[in-house]
C-alpha cells in the first residue's frame, strides 16, 4: 500500500537513460528524496536493505547491553543503562518507520530478520563478559556507529537522513557515556583497570570491523557513493575511527592491543595492523559465538509476545464492532 | 530510626519492582513495550535513589544509596511480597504494575503533605508517573482480559496467582506507623478505599472479577520473602559486591 508512485517498486516501471540520468541530478544536486518521489528500483532497495540492517542493529544490540542491566554496579549507572538500551529501542523504532515509507512492513522485515535473510551488525554476536564491556561498547561501538552516521545525516533520502540527525544525537551521549565508565574504571582499583584492558583487548579489532571490509572488497560501494546514500568509504571512516579514538586511549593508560599500531606524521593519521578477515567474514557468516543466541532470543521474544499482539487486535476489532454498533 | 526503615520500606518496593520490569528489557512482545517498560523501570529505580539517600541522610552513618541497595542482603530487604513476584508472562507483569501503581498513586497523592520536605518533593513526581502507570498498564489489563480466550485465561490466572499478596500493601509496619503518626508518610490503609475504584474500573472493563482471598500473604516487611528475590539480589548485587569500596 505504500508502493504507489514508486517508480520500478512493483518492478513494471522502465528505468530509462533519461529517467536514471534526471534522477541522478537531483541527487548531485543535493536534493533530498522522498518517499513518493520516483527512484530507481536500485536505489530504493539498496536502502530498504542498508536501513533494515541498521535497524535490526539497533534491536538486537539491545540484547549484549540488556545482558547487564540487573547487574549494574551502582544505581546511577543502572538507569542510565536501562535509558540507553531503551533509546536503542528508539532508534530501531524510527529507522523501522522510515524503511516502511519504502514499501516494507516491520513485520516483513522482523521475520527476514529471524530467518537470516536479513543481517545486522556483527559486532553484536560478541558476548558482554564484564561490566567494562558496557563501557567499551558505548565509547567504540557507538563511537563506531557515529562515524558512520554522521554522513548519513546528509543521505540523499530524506527520511533515512532525517532519522540520523536525532539518532545521532543520542549516540554521542552514549559514547559520552561509555568513555566515562571506562575512565571511571581506568582510575579505579587495579582490578578495574584490568577490567578495562581485557574489555578493550577483545572490542577492538571487532570495532574497527563494524566499518565493513576494505574498499576494494566491498560489493556496494561505488554505487551508493554515486547515489550519496554513502559519503565516505569504509576505509576512510575506519581511518578517522582510529585517529580519534587512540589518543582516547591513551589519555586513559589503556593500550590498544595492535602492536603495529604507529602515528604517521606524514599522512596524518594512524598506521595500523591488518584486520582479521577470516574472523570478519566467518561472524557475518554465522560463527560468531553469539550469532545463534541473538536470533533465538529475539525470535522467543516475537514468539511468546505472539498471543499479546493478537490480544490487542482482538481487542481494538471488539471495540470498532462495539463503536459502530452504538453510532 | 523508624523512619529510616519505613523509607527503607518504600525504596526497597520501587527497587525490586523497577528491577523485575527491567528484565524484560529486549525480550518484550513489541517494539513499544521495550520502550514503556524502560520508562516504567526509570520512573521507579529513579523514585527508589531519593528514597535510599533520605534514608541514608536521616540514619546519618553515611550510608550511601548504593550502599542501601547492593550491601543488604534478602533478611533486610523490606519490600512487599506483590513486587518481587516473578515476571511469568506479560499478563502477570502487567497486573502486578497495576495493582502497585493503583496503590502507590493516592499514596503519593497524600504524601505530597509530609512533614519531610524529600518526602514531599518525590511525592509530587511520583504521583505523576504512578498515574501514567496505572493508565498504562490499566489499558493492558483491559486488552488482554477483553481480547483473546488465550489472553483472557492468561489474565484469569494472573489475578488468581496475584491477588493474594494485595492485602499487604494496606499493612503498616510498627517503623510504618512511627512514620505516620510523625507526619513523615501517609497511612497506607487509607488508599484501600482509592485502590478498590480503580481496580473495579479496570477490571470491569477487562471482563475480570477480583476473587475472594481466602488467605493473605505477607511477611516482606519483616523480611520474609520468597525464594525469588534471593536470586534477584545475587544477581543485582555480584558486581558491587565483588570489588568492595571500588568507585563505578
Ligand atoms: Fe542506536
Ligand atoms: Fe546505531
Ligand atoms: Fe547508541
Sequence with gaps: ?????????????????????????????????????????????????????????????????????????????????????????????????????????????????????????????????????????GWLVDGAAIMNQIPLCRCSFGPYARAMIRVCKEESFHQRQGYEIIMTLA????????????????????????????DGDSEHSDQSMKWKIKRFTNDELRQKFIDATVPQAEYLGLKIPDPELKWNEEKGGYDHGEIDW??????????????????????????????????????AEKRRARKMAAE | ????????????????????????????????????????????????????????????????????????????????????????????????????AAFMHPYWVAAQQSSDEVVQGVAGKAQKEMAYHIRHAGEWVIRLGDGTEESAARMRDAVEALSIYVDELFDSSLAAQEAEAAGVLPSRADMRAEWDKTIAQVFDEALLAFPEVPFAQSGGREGLHDEGLGHMLAEMQSVYRAHPGARW
Design chain 2, 1 to 100: 530510626m523508624a523512619v529510616y526503615n519505613a523509607l527503607l520500606e518504600l525504596a526497597d518496593d520501587h527497587l525490586v519492582l523497577g528491577h523485575r520490569i527491567s528484565e524484560w528489557c529486549g525480550h518484550a512482545p513489541m517494539l513499544e513495550e521495550d520502550l514503556a517498560m524502560p520508562n516504567m523501570a526509570l520512573d521507579l529505580i529513579g523514585t527508589s535513589r531519593t528514597l535510599y539517600e533520605r534514608a541514608g541522610q536521616l540514619e546519618g552513618k553515611g550510608q550511601s544509596e548504593d550502599d542501601l541497595a547492593y550491601l543488604r542482603g534478602e533478611r533486610d530487604y523490606r519490600n512487599c511480597l506483590l513486587v518481587e513476584r516473578p515476571n511469568e508472562d506479560f499478563a502477570h507483569t502487567m497486573l502486578r504494575q497495576l495493582y502497585f
Design chain 1, 187 to 214: 582510575q579505579g582499583t587495579d582490578a578495574q583497570k584490568e577490567m578495562a584492558q581485557d574489555s578493550l583487548n577483545r572490542w577492538w579489532w571487532p570495532a574497527l570491523m563494524m566499518f565493513g571490509p576494505h
Design chain 1, 1 to 137: 500500500m505504500y508502493s504507489q508512485g514508486l517508480i520500478g517498486a512493483d518492478g513494471r516501471t522502465d528505468e530509462t537513460p533519461e529517467f536514471l540520468e534526471a534522477f541522478q541530478q537531483r541527487i548531485d544536486a543535493e536534493d533530498k528524496i522522498e518517499p513518493n518521489d520516483a527512484m530507481p528500483e536500485g536505489y530504493r532497495r539498496t536502502l530498504v536493505r542498508q536501513i533494515g540492517q541498521h535497524a535490526h542493529s539497533e534491536i538486537v544490540g539491545m540484547l549484549p547491553e540488556g545482558n547487564w542491566i540487573t547487574r549494574a554496579p551502582s544505581l546511577r549507572r543502572k538507569a542510565a543503562l536501562l535509558a540507553k538500551v531503551q533509546d536503542e529501542g528508539g532508534h530501531g523504532l524510527y529507522l523501522y518507520s522510515a524503511a516502511e515509507t519504502l514499501g516494507v512492513s516491520r513485520e516483513q522485515m522482523t521475520e527476514e530478520l529471524h530467518s537470516g535473510k536479513a543481517k545486522y551488525s556483527s559486532i553484536f554476536n560478541y558476548p558482554t563478559l564484564s561490566w567494562a564491556d558496557i563501557g567499551t561498547i
Design chain 1, 278 to 315: 577470516n574472523e570478519f567474514w566467518s561472524v557475518v557468516k554465522g560463527n560468531g559465538r553469539m550469532n545463534r543466541d541473538r536470533i533465538k532470543a529475539r525470535r522467543a521474544a516475537w514468539d511468546n509476545g505472539a498471543w499479546v499482539r493478537e490480544a490487542a487486535t482482538a481487542h
